[in-house]
């Protein structure tokens, strides 16, 4: 399995952008799809992006779509998930994820990261 690890949340203010990083190694981060969730206190584990291992498909969440960015460079074996216009119900701890297959359940991933927490003040 991959190995994954995520970096980049903070504290922000509403309107505000944030880019999260996703550091990935040991087998190869080409052969896995990515994806993002993020779970915040007292709620599940939700989906937000994933994106494909060969970059030909991307999937958001309603909530995000039009403002968070997933990309991912295979060379550098890095992910990414831009997010603009932060809300206050952004507020979470982001995890990055990785398998073989895509999926929108968090629970069909093999490989999680140790998560990077974002805050969104109004």
């Known amino acids: 399995q991959v190995q994954l690890r995520e970096s980049g949340g903070g504290l922000v203010q509403a309107g505000a952008s944030l880019r999260l990083s996703c550091a990935a190694s040991?087998?190869?981060?080409?052969?896995?799809?990515m994806g993002w969730f993020r779970q915040a206190p007292g709620k599940e584990r939700e989906f937000v992006a994933a994106?494909?291992?060969?970059?030909?498909?991307?999937v958001y969440a309603d909530s995000v779509k039009g403002r968070f960015t997933i990309s991912r460079d295979i060379a550098k074996n890095m992910g990414y998930l831009q997010m603009n216009k932060l809300k206050p119900e952004d507020t979470a701890v982001y995890y990055c994820?990785?398998?073989?297959?895509?999926?929108?359940?968090?629970?069909?991933?093999?490989?999680w990261g140790q998560g990077t927490q974002v805050t969104v003040s109004s």
């Open positions: 994820a990785a398998d073989e297959r895509y999926s929108r359940l968090a629970t069909l991933y093999a490989s």
């Open positions: 040991g087998r190869a981060f080409s052969s896995y799809v």
């Open positions: 994106r494909t291992w060969n970059n030909t498909m991307t």
